[in-house]
């Protein structure tokens, strides 16, 4: 079984301050973890994936992510925010040997203030 | 145009009606996926496939129905629509294993 939880529902930062989003996981398997981003009705971007390469991933836009074991974590981080990364943004794990199957979590929405 | 096409963009039925929707990807890629999006819910799995003529049930396929006769298209049938069926549905393809994913632009539901 796996499961995924993103630790707050809504954040809020001013532009040019520093973005985390939390996420905690849970998986029976070695997993593979990604970070997507949803802007206002449009679909699913593709920010980052860790797949047991290298802990500490880079991703588009200046985000990055480091995969945690020990903390069974995967944060999503960036320097600092611009008023366009103002979306919703899903965290995501899938073990490695379970056909491909992604589990959600429930989702974090970012607002940035000028 | 190569991708993921999701159609219709917008649907609007009557309850009880079946709708389609469909979903074409252009990679070639093995594995297909049907997820709803409603709030306070997240992104669920109705139904998923490993390959051409491989379907099996997400966590929430109940009222729902798959094929999958070619391995670029992956339709999602409403046999009797319900207004717990109003959402967004996503459908999302991938090539090997957690190797990458992607989405199409879903499709709104709305079912009155």
């Known amino acids: 079984a796996q499961s995924v939880t993103q630790l707050d529902s809504h954040v809020s930062v001013s532009e040019g301050t520093p973005v985390l989003l939390r996420c905690n996981y849970s998986s029976s398997y070695s997993p593979s973890l990604f970070w997507y981003v949803q802007h206002p009705n449009k679909g699913l971007q593709l920010l980052l994936k860790?797949?047991?390469?290298?802990?500490l991933v880079k991703g588009i836009n200046g985000f990055e992510a480091e995969f945690k074991k020990s903390e069974t974590s995967f944060h999503l981080t960036k320097p600092s925010a611009h008023m366009s990364d103002a979306a919703e943004y899903f965290c995501v794990v899938t073990p490695n040997n379970a056909g491909n199957m992604l589990t959600f979590g429930g989702g974090t929405r970012l607002m940035v203030k000028p | 145009d190569a991708g993921i096409t999701q159609s219709p963009r917008y649907k609007i039925t009557e309850t009880g009606r079946q709708v389609t929707l469909m979903c074409h990807q252009t990679w070639s890629h093995s594995y297909m996926f049907w997820y709803r999006q409603d709030l306070g819910h997240g992104l669920r799995l109705i139904y998923y496939s490993a390959a051409a003529d491989i379907t099996d049930k997400g966590e929430v396929p109940d009222g729902y129905v798959v094929s999958r006769s070619k391995t670029e298209n992956f339709p999602l049938t409403l046999e009797s629509a319900t207004r717990s069926q109003t959402s967004v549905y996503f459908c999302?393809?991938?090539?090997?294993?957690?190797?990458?994913?992607?989405f199409g632009s879903g499709t709104r539901l709305t079912v009155v």
């Open positions: 999302a393809s991938s090539d090997v294993r957690a190797a990458g994913y992607t």
């Open positions: 860790y797949t047991s390469a290298a802990t």
